[in-house]
């Protein structure tokens, strides 16, 4: 059954990927939370910062901020009275290359804990996974030169099968090998027990809704608290 809801999932990033982006980017635009700013740390100046970087999925599309899974994590955090200020700093539409271009602006604050969530993008356009493995190992590289100390995290994500078996195959591999290579944490999978359930994506049959990305800010959260816990 996870399986066909899986696939149901991906049939819709095909859809969506052919008709759908250029719309996305138009609704996004308007919305003030697609970048966080950066965080005020004269309001808590204890507190340890986790960055959230990432796309649509990481910026909350078509939801408030509030609703996003990174200000549910922040939420957690501050119920278990755990000095951590969530940053979310996704962008609708960004793929590795773009990411990679404004990671500077990101790393101008002390990062603690760094998310990347970046890839599907990548490959709903089908552009080359050495590009895309690259760029996600130069913005880790870069991350690590900022600051060795900085605990990184990689989200996982699947695609379409629409670019072929060997393609798929090897976009759903790379994370957990980048992951190792790195000696990084790895979400498996960002949008587990979320893909494919109509009842907890939007419309575009992609974007969680609240109750989605309650259930994906679980999945984060099941790698996090090995960091902030410790």
Not at 42 to 60: M, P, Q, R, W
Not at 77 to 88: A, E, G
Not at 172 to 185: D, F, H, I
Request: glycine share 8%; aromatic share 6%; hydrophobic share 40%.
């Amino acid at each position: 059954m996870r399986t066909l809801l899986k696939l149901c999932y991906i049939l819709s990033l095909l859809m969506y990927s052919s008709c759908g982006e250029s719309t996305g980017k138009k609704v996004d635009a308007g919305q003030k939370d697609a970048v966080a700013p950066s965080v005020d740390l004269e309001k808590d100046t204890d507190a340890k910062i986790i960055v959230f970087f990432g796309n649509s999925l990481t910026a909350g599309y078509g939801l408030d901020t509030e609703e996003a899974f990174p200000a549910i994590i922040q939420r957690r955090f501050d119920s278990l009275h755990l000095k951590y200020t969530v940053v979310n700093s996704g962008l609708s539409g960004e793929t590795t290359t773009s990411g990679k271009n404004r990671l500077d602006w990101v790393l101008n604050q002390k990062i603690d804990v760094f998310v990347l969530e970046l890839g599907a993008n990548d490959g709903l356009r089908g552009i080359p996974l050495g590009e895309t493995r690259k760029n996600l190992q130069e913005i880790i590289e870069a991350v690590k030169m900022k600051n060795p100390e900085t605990r990184i995290i990689l989200a996982g994500m699947q695609i379409p099968p629409n670019m072929g078996k060997d393609y798929t195959t090897e976009f759903r591999s790379m994370y957990p090998e980048l992951a190792e290579q790195n000696q990084t944490l790895l979400i498996p999978f960002l949008l587990e027990d979320v893909a494919g359930i109509p009842a907890l994506n939007q419309a575009d049959g992609i974007h969680p809704t609240p109750e989605g990305q309650k259930i994906v800010a679980d999945n984060v959260w099941e790698i996090l608290q090995q960091v902030v816990m410790e």
